[in-house]
């Protein structure tokens, strides 16, 4: 549509808007509930599958929001996204009508819509402060797109400070891909924001047929009604075989189609243009290589017009173009698209897909966020990924989001999404993720010190913490502890129960009878170990002495197999063996005969007089221990011995009249007489108390920790505010808890660390420096280029070197205060790049500075930029000097040159660089 054409729709805006005259088409139905609601005064969330005109709503909020006179703000998670949303809006509005802010630049900011970062829109809010006035009050809605972005663990932080501090007078549209926990979403934007309505889909315009390529073709992937394997998929399996002897075995794994076999197929079956998602930059690079060599994706009349098109290019832009095999490549329809590529490039490869004259675009999955590339197919290489924490499968969300770049709405009649099989991963998971939900969407809020600083600018102390305890994180949290509360109140009522059981049981004195009997226990093993020390030493004597001994000695026998008691006894009869050994036949004084050895004998009475044992008449017995019940006669004599023993003690082992022993044995009953005097003696099932007891400690520490953990998930964001709260003391950045002018300084940073970046640029050390060195050490103490391959020919300037080095003091005292707290806050310290940026700020060319590292093109753009933006910032700040101000803005200059630069037909105005207000904070 040409500009003239939608010139007219913004024309014809009134009060009461034609939907018609706005959308000539048919709308399905969640775009009409979206704009209902927004009617009706509500917030809207919507979560509706990629591709399926979400976008629409948020177009509506701005011609709704025009016709009022008012203003849209249209956020983004990426500046690349913002960069495209305004070609787009204004070839739709006009290019009088949209604007654009960005860290460094702003374009035409009063215009009705203004296109920004999520980013942005959160500084602009914490910027209010400044501005003792509300910065949205001509804004009627901010649209907040692809707001799933709050998933990113670096980022998502922004949506949930977004939406918190955004006023509930606007009205928030938020555009998300499918997520499990839209509703959730829902409900706790409504109660920090205001009326919010889900509205949420699962229709997609263009359907999507899922197909999986092997070395054997493409087939159907999923059945007719796409809930599991299709009937003709066969799930691989490997071969029961073990190895044989002197052969390499072979290998189990399925053979995986080449490239220019998937491509070459999807061109038999007109499934191109396609984005072909590859995990790794080296392997989109190679790709290209690879299918370049066979295919010619274009037809004479594309090529022509993309050789125009190219010829342009290079002719504005020499220098953002990638030479070599990508440029021979993108003349065949071919390209790679991923973070190293220069940005300029980028632009341009979308540009070309989106005309149809790239038909194949090598991507990693950063593609599947957001940026408009349509293609008819979309092909995912591989199943799971590498990332920082290790090698894991795709998630749901992640896989979904891919495939969702399938299907051009008015061009296809459906999208193909194509698994492809690997070495590793084939038809099955390809299934399982085809047929999965969506993840649900978590929060990642992390209080930080620019956000305390913001908020104690605004607010007392209480209401900081109302806000903080208002994250998505905290809500989610809220909603799993409510089961955590009820197990907590179950805990409680049963330690209620067992405390009315033996709640009244004075537990000092169970505790003094436990300990007693404890040690009861532990004297009567030592008695024991005294018992068998003196019987080992009394079985040597009695076996010596028991050789001369007498036939008719009185002595003490202990025998199993008169069931272990000590009996007093005569010896009737000595036996010798063969074995020399001598065997006794003994009467006892129960009248029993018994034939033992010397080992059961456990007392000698010498001094007792010998009984005349003539007259009995022994049995026969063979066996140690064999015993045999005497007659009238034996009974005569035992009767007279247990006489004697009565006397004399016999019942008691000789080792039990060691001294020792007696001594131990004296003890031992001393305390079990102590133990039966205590009042828990009397207190009848003490071993049932006991389990009581234990039950009760038991759920006190599980009470405890519950608890503790409740507290921790429901208040760990505001302990962390209250951590760095202290170091922002600590380092005279509040004065109690009213901001200082360091505090003032830090407050308007943006950074990993805000603090850090705010102590370096207030230490002195940074003020002598010369544009191209503070650009340098900006870029040392704010970004991080964590790549094992680094390494750049550029040496940095020994005084920058050296402005660095001065700067270690400061780090490690953050460093020792952060780790007190236990806070893990990057406190960036990097030198490896610094020649590399000193070198392009002091005008060297791109092709020589990418020469000489092994960054991409993408990577240097990318830190040059982060350079920048921290550099825009310092203009703005309270508490340092003029000097580093104006080298900081003559170092910005320096550094944003294309094609760090973005591409100047994005500018249709004079930039300014240098003026008196905070781009990401100016009113508009």
């Known amino acids: 549509m040409s500009f003239e054409d939608n010139r007219i729709s913004v024309d014809f805006l009134g009060e009461n808007l034609d939907l018609q005259k706005i959308f000539p088409f048919p709308l399905d139905d969640f775009q009409l509930q979206a704009i209902e609601s927004l009617k009706n005064g509500y917030s809207v969330v919507v979560s509706a599958p990629t591709g399926s005109g979400k976008t629409l709503i948020g177009e509506y909020a701005i011609y709704r929001a025009m016709s009022h006179g008012q203003k849209v703000l249209y956020t983004t998670p990426l500046k690349a996204l913002s960069n495209q949303k305004l070609r ?159 052969r390499v075995p072979k290998s189990i794994q399925p053979e995986a189609p080449s490239i220019n076999f998937v491509v070459q197929k999807m061109a038999e079956r007109d499934m191109l243009p396609a984005i072909y998602f590859i995990f790794s930059r080296r392997g989109c690079d190679k790709a290209v290589k690879d299918l370049m060599k066979e295919s010619n994706l274009l037809s004479l009349a594309e090529k022509v017009r993309i050789e125009s098109l ?94 969702g770049r399938a299907g051009r709405r008015g061009l296809d009649v459906q999208g193909y999404v194509l698994t492809v099989q690997n070495r590793f991963e084939g038809v099955r998971e390809a299934g399982q993720l085809a047929t999965c939900s969506a993840n649900p969407l978590i929060s990642q809020f992390t209080p930080s010190y620019g956000m305390v600083l913001n908020l104690l600018q605004r607010y007392d102390l209480e209401k900081s913490k109302v806000l903080v305890q208002r994250s998505f994180g905290r809500y989610l949290a809220g909603l799993d502890l409510f089961e955590e509360e009820e197990v907590l109140v179950q805990l409680k009522q049963e330690l209620s129960k067992f405390k009315s059981i033996a709640g009244d049981v004075p537990w000092t004195e169970f505790e003094i009878f436990e300990k007693n009997k404890s040690r009861l226990k532990e004297e009567k093993r030592l008695l024991k170990v005294l018992q068998k020390q003196s019987a080992e030493i009394l079985a040597k004597e009695l076996n010596s002495a028991l050789r001369s001994t007498r036939v008719g000695s009185l002595i003490s026998l202990q025998t199993p197999a008169l069931k272990g008691k000590v009996l007093p006894s005569i010896i009737v009869e000595k036996i010798e063996t063969s074995s020399l050994n001598l065997l006794f036949l003994c009467l006892t004084s129960s009248n029993i005969w018994v034939l033992i050895n010397s080992q059961s004998v456990v007392g000698l009475h010498v001094d007792c007089e010998c009984l005349d044992v003539e007259s009995l008449k022994p049995p026969s017995l063979k066996r140690i221990g064999e015993i045999c019940y005497g007659d009238a006669v034996s009974e005569n004599l035992s009767v007279e011995l247990e006489h004697i023993a009565k006397s004399h003690d016999m019942a008691t082992p000789q080792y039990d009249l060691a001294s020792e022993v007696l001594s131990q044995a004296k003890l031992v009953h001393s305390l079990e007489e102590e133990l039966v005097r205590l009042p828990a003696y009397q207190w009848g099932d003490r071993k049932k108390l006991k389990k009581h007891r234990k039950r009760m400690e038991d759920l006190e520490i599980e009470i405890k920790d519950r608890q503790q953990m409740i507290y921790y998930r429901s208040n760990r964001h505001w302990e962390t505010f209250l951590e760095l709260l202290e170091i922002l003391q600590y380092f005279g950045c509040l004065d109690d808890l009213s901001i200082t002018d360091v505090g003032q300084t830090v407050a308007v940073l943006r950074g990993d660390n805000e603090l850090w970046i705010g102590l370096v640029l207030m230490s002195g050390h940074l003020d002598e420096l010369k544009p191209p060195s503070l650009a340098a050490v900006i870029q040392a103490i704010s970004t991080e280029c964590n790549r094992r391959d680094l390494w750049t020919n550029f040496p940095a300037s020994s005084e920058s070197l050296e402005a660095l080095k001065n700067l270690s003091s400061i780090r490690r005292q953050l460093m020792l205060s952060q780790k007190k707290m236990n806070l893990d806050i990057p406190i960036w310290f990097d030198a490896e790049v610094m020649g590399l940026v000193e070198k392009w700020a002091n005008g060297g060319t791109w092709q020589d500075l990418i020469a000489k590292t092994s960054l991409d093109e993408g990577d240097v753009v990318r830190l040059m930029r982060r350079t920048i933006d921290l550099l825009a910032q310092i203009p703005h700040c309270v508490a340092i000097s003029q000097k580093l101000k104006r080298n900081a803005s003559l170092a910005l200059k320096l550094l944003n040159r294309f094609p760090v630069r973005e591409l100047e037909d994005l500018f249709k105005e004079p930039i300014n660089y240098h003026n008196n207000l905070n781009p990401a904070t100016k009113r508009i």
């Open 310 to 403: 190219l010829n342009s290019f290079i002719k504005e832009h020499p220098e953002g173009v990638r030479q070599g095999v990508h440029l021979d490549a993108l003349k065949r329809g071919v390209a790679s698209h991923h973070a190293g590529v220069l940005p300029a490039w980028k632009e341009l490869v979308e540009e070309l897909f989106q005309e149809g004259l790239v038909k194949v675009v090598f991507a990693t999955e950063t593609l599947a966020a957001g940026i408009n590339m349509p293609a008819r197919s979309t092909v995912i290489s591989m199943l799971s990924k590498r990332t920082e924490n290790g090698h894991r499968p795709l998630m749901g969300s992640e896989f979904l989001q891919m495939a």
């Open 88 to 246: 787009d809006f204004r070839s739709q509005f006009g290019i009088e009508n949209v604007g654009l802010m960005t860290g460094d630049l702003s374009i035409n900011r009063d215009a009705s819509i203004i296109v920004m970062t999520t980013e942005i829109f959160r500084n602009m809010l914490y910027a209010a402060v400044d501005e003792k006035d509300d910065l949205l009050i001509d804004v009627e809605t901010v649209v907040l797109d692809e707001c799933h972005y709050m998933n990113d663990s670096q980022r998502g932080t922004v949506w949930e400070e977004s939406i918190i501090h955004c006023p509930s007078s606007v009205q928030l549209v938020a555009l998300s891909a499918t997520v499990a926990n839209a509703g959730q979403l829902t409900d706790w934007i409504q109660n920090v924001h205001g009326p919010t309505e889900l509205i949420s889909s699962d229709f997609r315009p263009v359907p999507l047929h899922f197909n999986f390529c092997s070395a054997k073709g493409i087939h159907p992937l999923l059945n007719d009604s796409k809930t599991a394997l299709h009937p003709n998929c066969k799930v691989w399996r490997a071969p029961k075989r073990g190895r044989r002897k002197g």
